[in-house]
T-cell receptor
Framework: AQSVTQLGSHVSVSEGALVLLRCNYSSSVPPYLFWYVQYPNQGLQLLLKYTTGATLVKGINGFEAEFKKSETSFHLTKPSAHMSDAAEYFCAVSRNYGGSQGNLIFGKGTKLSVKP | IAGITQAPTSQILAAGRRMTLRCTQDMRHNAMYWYRQDLGLGLRLIHYSNTAGTTGKGEVPDGYSVSRANTDDFPLTLASAVPSQTSVYFC??????????FGPGTRLTVL
């Protein structure tokens, strides 16, 4: 069975500091991995995704994530936090759910706060 | 306007009442999904549909039903609402393994 664990339900950083949001997954098959962002009172928006190929993937708003198979991790980083990055971030892994394409298993989310 | 629309935006409902949440997409995606989002639990899949005319159960299907009469619409029905169904509901669609597109959500309160 596949699962996703996000370490830390709440992360707080200062503006300009490094953002690191942790995600570990378990999967018996090569996974597709995703990071989504949710701003207050909005739906989820894709930040970036890993399917195959290069293990370092770049997304929108300066975020990137690295797929590390040996560590079963897909941590999200951004070198310098901006106030507008304050949101909730969800890591997800795709799974084959009874033949359905692309059903996602989500982590429980990490709320990022950015202090001025 | 390309994307997913959901209606209503929010609703307060008396327990025992029937309620249908509407979801429409104009991207011609084959697959559609319904999730509920609860604090501290992330998003959990309720039902999904691979293509028009087919549906399947997700992680938390009890108390909910769906139909998929055409490609664009995927309504979610609560036959007899209970307070534990108070949540934010998101509809999503996809045409591949690579990305799901989400609607803006419906905030439902069952009293």
């Amino acid at each position: 069975a596949q699962s996703v664990t996000q370490l830390g339900s709440h992360v707080s950083v200062s503006e300009g500091a490094l953002v690191l949001l942790r995600c570990n997954y378990s999967s018996s098959v090569p996974p597709y991995l995703f990071w989504y962002v949710q701003y207050p009172n909005q739906g989820l928006q894709l930040l970036l995704k890993y399917t195959t190929g290069a293990t370092l993937v770049k997304g929108i708003n300066g975020f990137e994530a690295e797929f590390k198979k040996s560590e079963t991790s897909f941590h999200l980083t951004k070198p310098s936090a901006h106030m507008s990055d304050a949101a909730e971030y969800f890591c997800a892994v795709s799974r084959n759910y009874g033949g359905s394409q692309g059903n996602l298993i989500f982590g429980k989310g990490t709320k990022l706060s950015v202090k001025p | 306007i390309a994307g997913i629309t959901q209606a209503p935006t929010s609703q307060i409902l008396a327990a025992g009442r029937r309620m249908t949440l509407r979801c429409t997409q104009d991207m011609r995606h084959n697959a559609m999904y319904w999730y509920r989002q609860d604090l501290g639990l992330g998003l959990r899949l309720i039902h999904y549909s691979n293509t028009a005319g087919t549906t399947g159960k997700g992680e938390v299907p009890d108390g909910y039903s769906v139909s998929r009469a055409n490609t664009d619409d995927f309504p979610l029905t609560l036959a007899s609402a209970v307070p534990s169904q108070t949540s934010v509901y998101f509809c999503a669609s996809s045409d591949s393994w690579h990305e799901q597109f989400f609607g803006p959500g419906t905030r439902l309160t069952v009293l």
